[in-house]
T-cell receptor, first 114, second 114 residues
Framework: EAQVTQNPRYLITVTGKKLTVTCSQN?????MSWYRQDPGLGLRQIYY???????DKGDVPEGYKVSRKEKRNFPLILESPSPNQTSLYFC?????????????FGPGTRLLVL | QQQVKQSPQSLIVQKGGISIINCAYE??????FPWYQQFPGKGPALLIA?????SEKKEGRFTISFNKSAKQFSLHIMDSQPGDSATYFC?????????????FGAGTRLFVKA
């Protein structure tokens, strides 16, 4: 089954404690992306990657890091989480970067930073 | 400016009625305009999408109308059903000139009354 998986699905942490949210896709997609969803703001793009070792900032990259060492994985790293990073996070992937037909989203990770 | 403005924030429609959600964009480099549907606890899923070379696209009960000169596009849901109750996001993305980013609207919560 074609899918994007994220782990963990729910996470409660404290300010300053480094965390990683994993994302993996099994569709051999080149393009992967991270979004955060906040009420009244829709989804905002954090980082995206057009291929292995190629990443770029989205609209809200501050406080986040990503890496793309393998095509299937695109982890999101919060080096020193703060309460304003409490949010619902989605990973997404799609095929050829020129073919924007379908972006597949993961099930989401709900993060609470105390 | 790379904003996508979506209205209304929420919408209540009687079963069998027409639901209309509007979006406006600013960046003329955008060349792909998808609509996503999101149910509670799930990631967004692509519903229908359009490119600026056509003014309308219809898939079943869902139609996108696109006005390139006004930089506006809208989603029409005909014969709305209670199962259509969800949050809808419009989005805009650009290829090479648009930086491969995807910009989402703030979302519209649709409730279809039985």
């Amino acid at each position: 089954e074609a899918q994007v998986t994220q782990n963990p699905r729910y996470l409660i942490t404290v300010t300053g404690k480094k965390l990683t949210v994993t994302c993996s896709q099994n569709m051999n997609h080149e393009y992967m992306s991270w979004y955060r969803q906040d009420p009244g703001l829709g989804l905002r793009q954090i980082y995206y990657s057009m291929n292995v070792e190629v990443t770029d900032k989205g609209d809200v990259p501050e406080g986040y890091k990503v890496s793309r060492k393998e095509k299937r994985n695109f982890p999101l790293i919060l080096e020193s989480p703060s309460p304003n990073q409490t949010s619902l996070y989605f990973c997404a992937s799609r095929g050829d970067r020129r073919n924007q037909e379908t972006q597949y989203f993961g099930p989401g990770t709900r993060l609470l930073v105390l | 400016q790379q904003q996508v403005k979506q209205s209304p924030q929420s919408l209540i429609v009687q079963k069998g009625g027409i639901s209309i959600i509007n979006c406006a964009y600013e960046n003329t480099a955008f060349d792909y305009f998808p609509w996503y549907q999101q149910f509670p606890g799930k990631g967004p899923a692509l519903l229908i999408a359009i490119r600026p070379d056509v003014s309308e696209k219809k898939e079943g009960r869902f139609t996108i109308s696109f006005n390139k000169s006004a930089k506006q596009f809208s989603l029409h849901i005909m014969d709305s059903q209670p199962g259509d109750s969800a949050t809808y996001f419009c989005a805009a993305s650009g290829g090479r000139t648009g930086g491969f980013k995807t910009i989402f609207g703030a979302g519209t919560r649709l409730f279809v009354k039985a």
